[in-house]
């Protein structure tokens, strides 16, 4: 099936880090920009960080740093300075990383999220 898949998620907390991954199943990330994105309880996904095939980047926070490894065919999101409000599942997709970070419409092979909770 062709997914991206994240793990990397857990509990950590307040000031903490957590590095993330995306990586592709029978799919290869190379010749697309990959977002990340997160929803919280009650709350809509909202995009957080971007990354091109020429690997522009675009976060909207500067707490994380996304970056690509083609060759292990997976993305990262680093994320520093944890605090509670980051609290989510986190998701990456195919995506368009700017003007703004939006997932494709279609063929944006989601994957089932990791849980990511800042706590202490």
């Known amino acids: 099936q062709v997914q991206l898949v994240e793990s990397g998620g857990g509990l950590v907390q307040p000031g903490g880090s957590l590095r993330l991954s995306c990586t592709g199943s029978?799919?290869?990330?190379?010749?697309?920009?990959i977002g990340w994105f997160r929803q919280a309880p009650g709350k809509e996904r909202e995009g957080v960080s971007c990354?091109?095939?020429?690997r522009n980047a675009h976060s909207v926070d500067g707490r994380f740093t996304i970056s690509r490894d083609n060759a292990k065919n997976t993305v990262y999101l680093q994320m520093d300075s944890l605090k509670p409000d980051d609290t989510a599942v986190y998701y990456c997709?195919?995506?368009?990383?700017?003007?703004?970070?939006?997932?494709?419409?279609?063929?944006?092979?989601w994957g089932q999220g990791t849980q990511v909770t800042v706590s202490s």
């Open positions: 997709a195919r995506s368009q990383c700017f003007p703004q970070i939006t997932a494709l419409p279609t063929d944006a092979y």
């Open positions: 029978a799919f290869s990330l190379d010749d697309s920009s």
């Open positions: 990354i091109t095939p020429l």
